[in-house]
């Protein structure tokens, strides 16, 4: 099968690595003729504890009317870039898959006016490092959650093919709430990593941090019970576990003076529980620091396992 991917940052890499293992023709979509160039010549190469693991031949494109006719379409770029990608595929067809971090690509995904088009969205739990324009660390395993927003399921069927120890997929009945389930995720580990300069593990391994990840667990649980059987505390703790040696994305653009995914991950969430009449009062004030940090740069700091 032809698989494009728009975006080839860490979990676009991984992605295409898992995908050209199992054979599928996988072409990435990406902005730069640099890394476009890089990707064909010197392949996707994938790296697991230190060692190289993978490397696989893949196409690279930089515009989007070379996309095969028939192709599958994975958009994984950021919730920043995602209007524009949107606006690129608007016209074509072809079945997609979004992954992204936060809620608001839902809707607006959604709303795209190829209504017979099917459209899926997926929450991934892997441990993933972007190293280089072709080459990404696999760091930890977590499940790739698939749920189908619109269309045929058939369509995303074809995924569970990809099925193995190291990349383990799982279907989910409900898209929104599937992605809610996500922002939760993301609420918990990106703020408290970012504010604190903390690995994942960290986060339960030092005992006022932990402090911190368990209130703000129990704060948002109040807002969302019905969360709490998608999300059970020890299924959210272990998500830390699996992905312990982990720069979570937030940390990694504050260290590289990159903006933060804020308002799509953290105040999204606020938005929502504001909705249905409720506060999240300690996440608000963690997104105040972190709209202050995102002012002041990136940190002059080396970053040490």
Known sequence: MDVVIAGAGSIGLLFGSFLAEKGHRVTFLVRRAEQAERLVKEGLVKYRNGLEVSRQEVKAILNEADIPEDAFIIVAVKTGGITEVVNKLRSLPNPLLFIQNG??????????????????????????????????????????????????????????????????????????????????????????????????????????SKELF????????????????????????????????????????????????????????IRKAEARGGALPMLSIFEKLLVAMDGAGGLKRSWED
């Not at 080459?135 to 093919?161: C, L, N, P, Q, S």
């Not at 998500?239 to 105040?267: K, P, Q, Y």
């Open 103 to 208: 809620l608001s690509h839902y809707e607006m995904a959604m709303n795209l006016d190829a209504t017979s088009r099917s459209m899926a969205f997926a929450t991934v739990e892997h441990g993933a490092e972007r190293l280089g324009d072709n080459m990404v660390a696999h760091h930890g395993i977590g499940f790739t959650k698939i749920a189908v927003g619109r269309g045929i399921e058939t369509d995303f069927r074809w995924f569970e093919t990809l099925q193995s120890e190291v990349f383990p997929v799982e279907f989910h009945p409900n898209a929104e709430k599937l992605l809610l389930r996500k922002v939760i995720v993301n609420c918990l580990i990106n703020p408290l990593t970012a504010i604190l300069l903390q690995k994942n593990g960290e986060l339960l391994r030092n005992r006022q």
């Open 214 to 269: 368990d209130q703000l667990y129990d704060e948002i649980m109040a807002v969302f019970p019905e969360m709490k059987t998608e999300l059970p505390y020890d299924q959210a703790s272990e998500i830390c576990r699996r992905t312990a040696s982990n720069t979570s994305s937030m940390l990694t653009d504050r260290m590289r003076g990159n903006r933060m995914e804020i308002d799509a991950i953290v105040g999204a969430l």
